[in-house]
């Protein structure tokens, strides 16, 4: 039985686990929960549309939102559902935004949309798009280690201090090396 909830119910719990979540990342980490759970139960998480944008996947009336400072009360999610953020931000929450900008434009879902937006438009992420993008490429593996919020933020202790100065831009490579 499908039990969506708001996208907003879904930024909470990343901003939850990710604490200082960037606007850019947390709308490409609501895109990879959204795959992943609809690939996983086949319904969908939220009830919002992602569309894409110049900078990827957006929920945009999430984002309208919350740049016009309206508010929503939060729904708690299921197990189920906490379950998938919890995958995504194992998977995927080391990444930077640029980095997941970079991901979610070499996938199909993403490039499909683009394909007819038109410039500084958006363009609907059909969900059957995202389920059948995330079935054959972005589920885990049976014997793939699952991680926990913990974990990840053991992981992250002086990331800042290591990056050093000089930063650039990962390549398509070393992003999925470090999915892996």
Same mark, same amino acid.
């Given at each position: 039985m499908n039990m969506s909830v708001s996208a907003h119910? #879904?930024?909470?719990? +990343? &901003?939850? &686990? +990710? $604490?200082g979540l960037p606007t850019k990342k947390l709308h490409k980490l609501l895109y990879y929960c959204q795959g992943h759970h609809l690939a996983a139960t086949g319904d969908a998480l939220f009830t919002e549309t992602i569309s894409a944008w110049d900078m990827g996947p957006v929920v945009g009336t999430l984002w309208h939102e919350e740049r016009t400072g309206e508010? &929503? $009360? /939060?729904? $708690? +999610? /299921?197990?189920?559902? +906490?379950?998938? #953020?919890? !995958? #995504? #931000? /194992? &998977? !995927?929450g080391r990444l930077t935004g640029r980095d997941l900008e970079a991901l979610t434009h070499s996938e199909s879902p993403w490039q499909r949309a683009n394909e007819r937006r038109l410039p500084q438009a958006s363009s609907r992420i059909e969900l059957s798009w995202m389920r059948e993008h995330f079935r054959m490429t972005g589920a885990p593996d049976e014997d793939e280690e699952q991680l926990d919020s913990a974990e990840v933020m053991t992981w992250l202790e002086g990331a800042q201090a290591r990056r050093g100065d000089d930063l650039r831009p990962d390549s398509r490579a070393e992003i999925a090396a470090r999915l892996r």
């Amino acid at each position: 039985m499908n039990m969506s909830v708001s996208a907003h119910d #879904v930024a909470a719990a +990343l &901003r939850e &686990r +990710l $604490p200082g979540l960037p606007t850019k990342k947390l709308h490409k980490l609501l895109y990879y929960c959204q795959g992943h759970h609809l690939a996983a139960t086949g319904d969908a998480l939220f009830t919002e549309t992602i569309s894409a944008w110049d900078m990827g996947p957006v929920v945009g009336t999430l984002w309208h939102e919350e740049r016009t400072g309206e508010t &929503r $009360p /939060s729904t $708690p +999610l /299921s197990e189920g559902q +906490l379950n998938t #953020v919890g !995958y #995504v #931000v /194992s &998977r !995927y929450g080391r990444l930077t935004g640029r980095d997941l900008e970079a991901l979610t434009h070499s996938e199909s879902p993403w490039q499909r949309a683009n394909e007819r937006r038109l410039p500084q438009a958006s363009s609907r992420i059909e969900l059957s798009w995202m389920r059948e993008h995330f079935r054959m490429t972005g589920a885990p593996d049976e014997d793939e280690e699952q991680l926990d919020s913990a974990e990840v933020m053991t992981w992250l202790e002086g990331a800042q201090a290591r990056r050093g100065d000089d930063l650039r831009p990962d390549s398509r490579a070393e992003i999925a090396a470090r999915l892996r």
